[in-house]
């Protein structure tokens, strides 16, 4: 019985990922063509990195309002490392190892990030929508700082293949994409960890009593979900071969949209990592259809908003029965 109400979280979401496809090849004749599907691709991979992280928060009973900002944090400090390396006292610690060196170090900042968040959240008792609130804008402001305000551009056509290249006819993004989703499939299904992060979102105390180490969990998951908010970074720097320091605006709400709408309870304990990336694949397809079918950037968040606020509701009537 549970097993097939597991299957049906996942089955509502991808019928109406079909049926909406379905509707936009019918009203627009560039939809379904390959040029067009590919490009939905790589924009839903960016949202498919940071939502996995939300995913997992989400299932503790929390919350992360601060990807969008800590996207562009570590964006901003790869770029700032290929361009000029980072000099400590005259000696240059990337000089010769350059891109590995700067993504290395723009992962680790966007998983320091996200520890802040989670030991604000455990040591500090401070409610996630708030630490993480106040994340956002102080990742935010020393995005600002670090850049200040102005863009880095011309990364190097190494970085920007992360973006733009190609693999066995695929863009690189999906494939990254690809990985994090089975890593994390893995990684929530096969380990300990995994099913700890069930189990704190289904009952916290419960779980305390079990011997779970509720505090040490959730930290763990908002660094992976700063971790994964860099890998979107890099991607979203690659693409552009520029690090915005206003970029990742929104995609907090995406986010979330896309693990509401895949079935993932806000309340926690209960949703899938599929189910996530089916979420993320609605809100890529509306995205780009509405972008084809011409609707002004206004009505589509608006019908946007829409949609999220129908996954509530349904979660909520699930929830009751």
């Known amino acids: 019985m549970r097993k097939l109400k597991i299957n049906l979280s996942v089955l509502q979401p991808l019928i109406a990922l ?20 590919f490009n939905v691709a790589r924009q839903i991979s960016v949202n498919i990195c940071i939502s996995v992280g939300m995913t997992m928060v989400i299932l503790t009973g929390g919350i992360d309002l601060s990807v969008g ?25 990337f000089a010769g190892f350059t891109f590995f060196g700067a993504v290395w170090i723009a992962l680790a900042a966007g998983g ?19 630490a993480t609130l106040a994340m956002l804008t102080i990742a935010r402001g020393l995005t600002m700082l670090y850049t200040q305000g102005f863009p880095i551009t011309q990364l190097g056509d190494q970085f920007t293949y992360l973006g733009t290249g190609w ?3 695929v863009p ?9 989703i089975a890593l994390a499939s893995f990684f929530m299904s096969k380990t300990r960890v995994g099913r700890y992060i069930y189990a704190i979102g289904g009952n916290e105390r419960a779980a ?6 509720v505090k040490k969990v959730k930290v ?53 990592i599929i189910g996530t990336v089916i979420g993320a694949g609605i809100i890529g397809v509306l995205n780009n259809g509405l972008v084809l079918l011409n609707v002004s950037p206004f009505w589509q968040q608006v019908i946007k908003g829409f949609v999220i606020l129908l996954a509530v509701i349904i979660d909520r009537m699930q929830k009751k029965e």
């Open 220 to 272: 763990f998951v908002y660094s992976l979900a700063g971790v994964l908010s860099g890998v979107a970074g890099l991607l979203v720097t690659a693409r552009l071969d520029s690090a915005q320091p206003n970029a990742g605006m929104g995609y907090e709400l995406d986010s979330i949209a896309a693990v509401v709408i895949g079935g993932t309870s806000l309340s926690g304990g209960k949703g899938s």
């Open 69 to 93: 900002s800590i996207l562009a944090f570590t964006g901003a400090v790869a770029a700032g490392l290929l361009k000029n390396g980072l000099e400590l006292q005259g000696i240059n610690l």
């Open 208 to 213: 305390l009593l079990s011997g779970v180490k």
């Open 112 to 130: 320091f990030l996200g520890w802040f968040n989670g030991i604000m959240i455990t040591k500090f008792k401070v409610p996630p929508f708030v």
């Open 18 to 37: 079909i049926l909406m496809a379905v509707a936009m090849t019918i009203l627009s004749d560039t939809f379904a063509t390959k040029d067009n599907l």
């Open 167 to 169: 693999f066995l006819g």
């Open 172 to 180: 690189m993004p999906a494939w990254i994409s690809i990985l994090v």
